[in-house]
């Protein structure tokens, strides 16, 4: 939205995402948050637990925005490369942190056996990434957050990584909610309102299509400028009734 918010990219890794077995939810959970915080998540993306692909799409994301979050492979089986390919990416070691092998030797004491061991190599550089659930940390390297795929803990672990991050102005929205006709009855004022109002954006999400009931579209409007927003939608309300349309505003949400 702007160029002086901070930028993001979400990194999913894992095959379980990839082959259907597992639904991710992280990302939402994560643009949330970020939305919150006034960070523009611009991009996300899915790879499988190779570690040339975790390493190259890392790479293109960390130059690219200002934060990338990833989730999943930082557990204790064979699969759970996020890791070693994070260190790789950033040229450095892998060695065992002492904090984190502290913690997991607090953790599990007696049954702290060489798969939960590998939970505790950190890339040299990184600092830890608190984890209130299960204990094993995830970790930040540069601009790098690293942690859970499971979404428990992975949304424990975002209280942590909140403080850390530049923040920027909060992303306003405002819905008008069209019924009784499709979205292409209102494209053309849809995009008349756009062109008008360039630093806002706009969008269209039909509902009821192919569906025995109501039909009709949601327009948002989305802007860091609120008062910018409420014009906008009042003036698009007012076109959408000239035109005979039926459409309501939906209370406000950030």
Do not use: C, W
Not at 67 to 91: E, K, L, N, R, S
Not at 103 to 127: D, Q, T, V
Not at 147 to 170: C, F, H, Q, S, Y
């Amino acid at each position: 939205m702007s160029k002086s918010s901070p930028t993001a990219a979400v990194l999913i890794i894992g095959d379980e995402v990839l082959s259907g077995r597992t639904q991710d939810t992280n990302l939402n959970t994560i643009a949330r948050f970020l939305a919150a915080l006034g960070i523009d998540l611009l991009e996300a993306r899915t790879v499988g637990d190779r570690k040339a692909q975790i390493v190259e799409a890392l790479n293109a994301l960390r130059t690219a925005h200002d934060y990338v979050f990833t989730t999943g492979g930082i557990g204790p089986t064979h699969d759970d490369i996020t890791a070693d390919a994070v260190a790789t990416a950033f040229g450095v070691a892998l060695p065992e942190h002492p904090e984190a092998l502290a913690i997991l030797e607090r953790r599990y004491g007696a049954e702290l056996n060489a798969p939960r061991r590998r939970m505790a190599r950190i890339p040299a550089g990184g600092s830890l990434i608190a984890n209130p659930v299960t204990d094993a940390p995830g970790f930040q390297i540069g601009n790098v957050f690293v942690m859970a795929g499971v979404p428990k803990i992975m949304t424990a672990m975002l209280e942590d990584v909140a403080p850390r991050l530049r923040t920027g102005a909060v992303v306003h929205s405002r819905t008008v909610r069209v019924t009784g006709v499709g979205e292409g009855s209102v494209a053309d004022i849809l995009t008349a309102a756009a062109l008008a109002n360039r630093d806002l954006s706009f969008g269209s999400y039909p509902f009821g299509a192919g569906t025995v009931g109501e039909i009709g579209t949601n327009l948002v409007v989305r802007g860091r400028d609120e008062g910018a927003v409420e014009a906008a939608t009042a003036a698009l309300l007012e076109t959408l009734e000239t035109a005979g349309i039926v459409a309501t505003a939906i209370p406000a949400s950030s």
